[in-house]
């Protein structure tokens, strides 16, 4: 693939190519936000508040096709950035709903399909883009040495546990039209793509959030024909995540949260039923599971 034009000012990050399958988005952007859907779609955000998560919700507000965004994470409520947003968007039909919940947290997700979504008879995008690499200080592990129990459940906590419950209370509000869910995941969550090894923890997270999709997947088929679920790598992205490790990417391997936004709605609405429960890199080329 080619690269091409610099941008980001104080550093060179260089944007790729777009594929053949991927046009840029606009904010009158003509292709279905899902495959399907003929109304303006109800989108609901967890991981909102900064990283790919904030930059989402801004795509999705810009967009005529986007009636209501729900922007959950756990401090939606003082987040600055999504209090912009909301001062931009709010007094327009499409809306932006700031909801506090930790998704981790089993009663947090109760509270919010019964309190911030009450009155919301269907959603029809749902996107987590939960993760965490890195915790307490301690960098990704490089050795099994270097591997704790506390590294693995906080791993699997964010990584693997939140989004599938994520998707357990949501599923009465997923049942009806076409709606798709995706949680964001990793190339490095691929076994059959994995050859240098390390991180294991989020390897690990990662590969089991995808055998939940995927399971999930054939589940909700038999609910909603119309449904769909897909695993998206969103590229390495100019967030806190990846700020450990940026400085030893080669030139033009890091993303602006905006281009990784516009790539990953690009890719949800090039995917509909025939493709769910499939893993996509933020170019549309399918991963190996």
């Not at 991927?22 to 109304?39: A, F, T």
């Not at 919700?57 to 965004?69: E, H, K, S, W």
């Not at 729900?70 to 932006?96: D, F, N, P």
Request: hydrophobic fraction near 40%; charged fraction near 20%.
């Amino acid at each position: 693939m080619g690269w091409r034009g610099c941008w980001r000012s104080g550093r060179a990050i260089v944007a790729p190519q777009k594929s053949k399958t991927l046009q840029p988005c606009s904010s009158r952007c003509l292709m279905s936000l899902i495959p399907e859907l003929n109304s303006e779609a109800n989108v609901l955000i967890c991981g909102a508040s900064r990283g790919i998560g904030l930059a989402l919700c801004a795509t999705l507000l810009a967009r005529d096709d986007v009636a209501q965004v729900w922007a959950v994470a756990r401090q939606a409520s003082t987040s600055t950035e999504l209090e912009k947003l909301a001062e931009q968007y709010g007094q327009r039909i499409k809306r932006i709903k700031r909801v506090d919940c930790d998704a981790r947290d089993e009663q947090s997700l109760e509270a919010l399909v019964s309190e911030a979504l009450d009155g919301c008879e269907h959603l029809h995008l749902v996107i987590s883009t939960l993760g965490i690499l890195h915790q307490d200080g301690a960098k990704a592990e490089k050795g099994l040495a270097q591997l704790t129990l506390a590294s693995l459940q906080a791993s699997f906590a964010t990584n693997t546990f939140a989004p599938i419950l994520l998707l357990k209370h949501l599923l009465p509000l997923l049942r009806k039209q076409p709606s798709t869910f995706v949680a964001l995941s990793a190339r490095v969550g691929s076994i059959g793509d994995n050859r240098l090894g390390g991180w294991y923890s989020y390897r690990a997270s990662k590969a089991a959030l995808n055998q939940l999709l995927h399971t999930a997947s054939i589940e909700l088929k038999r609910l909603n024909s119309a449904s769909t679920v897909l695993a998206i790598h969103p590229g390495t992205t100019d967030t806190e995540l990846s700020q450990p490790f940026q400085a030893n990417l080669p030139e033009g391997q890091l993303f602006e949260p905006a281009f990784s936004a516009d790539r990953i709605i690009e890719v949800i609405g090039a995917h509909g039923p025939a493709d769910s429960g499939t893993f996509w890199a933020w170019d549309d080329k399918p991963i190996v599971w």
